[in-house]
């Protein structure tokens, strides 16, 4: 027998789609001095800014030239995961062999329609057969400066083959820096011991630690945002 459900209860049951998007911070190198996750996340909240402080693409290697220096801007994003945030703890684990960003349990989550109403978008993840073609179209937007955005778009290609394979992340990025406001954060992440410092600075934002499980997190999302369950949109 075929199931009939409205758009909003299809989406409450697949539980693989998030409409959320989550910002991780990790610990960092700043002027030669390290600085703590916890840090990291304090000032994004006291500055209402995600910076986007590097690129990543599938066009990396002729970006790194030194006589590209000058378009690194157009380049440099801010990345998110659509991995349910009852999820994110699993992005937290040390993988070996991993690449340089590792994650911390400290971060921010949006809705996803606020990320696309600032021109966000999936990350695209091509395979070798269609390197060749994706090369062409930024070398000829390289040589006419970039025209139309182009640089949006080609910021959000990334390999995936043998060797490179983070499609598992599920990224979206932003192109350039990401202002907001504390009423556009869904909800923070912290450890559990230090919600109540994060919730006592910043009174608009309820925070959750991504440890949790499904019913922590929806108990304290329905305490602290005085709603009901099933306004809760996962």
Same mark, same amino acid.
């Given at each position: ?20 998007? @989550? ?12 600085v ?29 030239? #030194? ?10 994003? @801010? ?38 109403? %600032?021109?966000?978008? #999936? ?16 070398? %000829? ?5 970039f ?9 959000? @290609? ?17 192109v ?22 994060f ?19 929806l108990?304290?999302? @329905? ?12």
């Open positions: 027998m075929v199931q009939s459900a409205s758009a909003k209860e299809f989406f409450k049951r697949k539980r693989d789609f998030s409409p959320f998007l @989550v910002h991780l911070t990790k610990d960092a190198v700043h002027g030669g001095q390290s703590d996750a916890i840090v990291i996340l304090r000032k994004i909240l006291d500055e209402r800014t995600l910076k986007a402080a590097h690129y990543y693409c599938l066009f990396q290697s002729d970006l790194d030239k #030194p006589e590209n220096a000058h378009l690194h801007d157009k380049f440099k994003v @801010v990345c998110f995961t659509e991995t349910p945030i009852d999820l994110i703890d699993v992005l937290l684990i040390e993988i070996e062999e991993r690449y340089l960003f590792r994650p911390k349990p400290y971060g921010l989550v949006f809705k996803k329609d606020f990320i696309r109403q %600032h021109e966000g978008g #999936p990350v695209f993840y091509t395979t070798p057969p269609l390197y060749d073609g994706l090369w062409r179209l930024f070398m %000829h937007a390289k040589e006419t400066g025209s139309f955005a182009e640089n949006k778009a080609l910021a959000l @290609v990334n390999k995936c083959d043998e060797d490179i394979d983070f499609h598992w992340e599920r990224e979206w990025r932003i350039g820096d990401l202002e907001f406001t504390l009423s556009d954060v869904y909800c923070g992440l912290c450890p559990e011991e230090q919600i109540k410092d919730e006592t600075k910043y009174r608009d934002v309820t925070f959750i630690d991504p440890s949790w499980d499904i019913n922590q997190i108990d304290r999302l @329905v305490e602290k945002q005085k709603i009901e369950p099933c306004d809760i949109p996962f």
